[in-house]
């Protein structure tokens, strides 16, 4: 956008001033504003009109055409065309603009503060400025700017026009492949779902990947009390699960910045997906070689859990990411923010959503919704238990508190006997 908006030659010089040049917006160094003449009504006599070509007794000559001897036109004036109005309307002032993208750097972060990664802190000191470089080629009309998450995982801004609100979403430590072909896989299917305006995967623009999608408003539903309206809504997730695994993905685990799937099964999925934030490794020194060999040999390598052809999945579902509107009626607004899981078993994500750290009530309806089409068959109940064991004992490893995680060997051990016999 032009720094100038408005030409004092077009506006004043028809109001009887005299000046050249135009007046920058932001108050910066261009041309002075002219002063002010005398103007008709106030005292002061009509400017002199200029006598016409017969008065001199001479023909006045032809106007050449540009590009035919013509003079070169005026420069400095406004970008928008000579008007009697005034004031003239024009786009928001560029000075306002920037104060509102500047409002989102963080310089001011403590460097001892040990939450936050360096790939966060450097993104933080100057997000205003990413955030101006991402949108604008959108060609909205922003009038507000809001950081509306900050983690470590992922920062989001939300973006407030005219007629809308839009998230710009960054992931400073991982990308945001996982996320945006699980959008596009269920675009089409009408899905309670974000829409995917735009993203970008190769970090050419700025140095970490991001999308912008749709605001979704509402409320999360782990901020809602465990009770009627908590089962309702998980019903209704339920089914929007059911309908989105009829979704065949194209490969399994999750896809790299350049559309590929490494994944070469659905075991070597699931040891791909215990290796990230080093799982495995901390549940090797929780429960023992022994234990773990155990657990390996149950879940991952058991054959009951083969799966031959992937399906989508969101590899993460839990109340904090599903939204809700709450009034006469109860109604999903949208399941957000896929996991690193995103192709694989469908029977994944409802032994995540039946995870015991849950609502009574998130679970029991889930599973109401998820069944409403068809029950579960034996081997697929045999083969959720044994999937549920396994992403128990992942998700108490990353989010489980101290008795927790004390408490978990001696779990594992007695769902492992269970297991065990015929």
């Keep these: 956008m032009s720094r100038y908006a408005v030409g004092w030659d077009d506006v004043l010089c028809r109001r009887g001033f005299r000046g050249t040049g135009s007046v920058p917006l932001s108050g910066g160094t261009g041309a002075k504003r002219p002063e002010k003449g005398p103007q008709r009504g ?5 400017p002199r009109k200029r006598p016409s070509a017969g008065a001199r007794g001479r023909s006045a000559p032809k106007k050449a055409r540009r590009g035919h001897g013509a003079a070169a036109p005026r420069t400095g004036g406004s970008m928008y065309p000579p008007t009697w109005g005034w004031p003239l309307r024009r786009p928001r002032p560029y000075a ?12 001011e972060i403590d460097p001892a503060d040990a939450s936050y990664s360096e790939a966060r802190r ?18 909205l009309r922003p009038r507000a700017a809001t950081i509306h998450a900050n983690d470590n995982q992922r920062i989001e801004v939300r973006i407030s026009t005219p007629t809308s609100h839009i998230l710009l979403i ?24 974000p829409r995917l305006i735009a993203h970008d995967l190769t970090c050419g623009t700025v140095p970490f990947t991001y999308a912008i999608e749709g605001y979704v408003s509402g409320t999360p539903l782990d901020r809602l009390d465990d009770g009627p309206h908590m089962r309702v809504l998980a019903r209704q997730l339920g089914r929007t699960l059911r309908r989105a695994h009829q979704v065949a993905a194209a490969g399994f685990g999750r896809p790299t910045v350049a559309g590929r799937w490494p994944a070469r099964g659905w075991p070597e999925a699931l040891r791909a997906w215990l290796a990230y934030d080093e799982t495995w490794a901390h549940a090797a020194e929780l429960l023992g070689a022994e234990a773990l060999a155990a657990l390996c040999a149950a879940t991952i390598e058991h054959p009951a ?77 045999a083969r959720l238990r044994r999937l549920s064991l396994l992403v128990h004992v992942a998700d108490t490893i990353r989010y489980g508190t101290a008795p927790a995680l004390a408490a978990l060997p001696a779990a594992v051990a007695a769902e492992l006997q269970v297991l065990a016999t015929p």
Excluded at 42 to 46: D, I, L, V
Excluded at 340 to 358: C, K, T, V, Y
Aim: aromatic share 6%; net charge negative.
């Design 122 to 139: 450097r993104i933080l000191v100057r997000l205003g400025h990413y955030a101006a470089l991402l949108v604008g080629p959108l060609n």
């Design 42 to 46: 106030h005292g002061a006599a009509a």
């Design 170 to 193: 960054i992931a400073p430590e991982r990308d945001l492949a996982p996320e945006a072909a699980w959008l596009r896989a269920l675009a089409a299917l009408n899905l309670p779902i």
């Design 96 to 107: 306002m603009l920037w104060a509102m993208w500047n409002a989102l750097n963080r310089p």
């Design 305 to 381: 859990l083969a799966c031959e052809r992937a399906y989508v999945l969101h590899g993460q579902v839990e109340p904090s990411r599903v939204y809700a509107t709450l009034g006469d009626t109860t109604q999903i607004e949208a399941l957000t923010r896929p996991g690193e899981l995103i192709g694989g078993d469908p029977l994944f994500d409802l032994a995540h959503a039946l995870l015991p750290r849950h609502p009574a009530a998130f679970r029991q309806g889930l599973r109401e919704g998820y069944t409403a089409m068809g029950q579960l068959a034996p081997d697929q109940e």
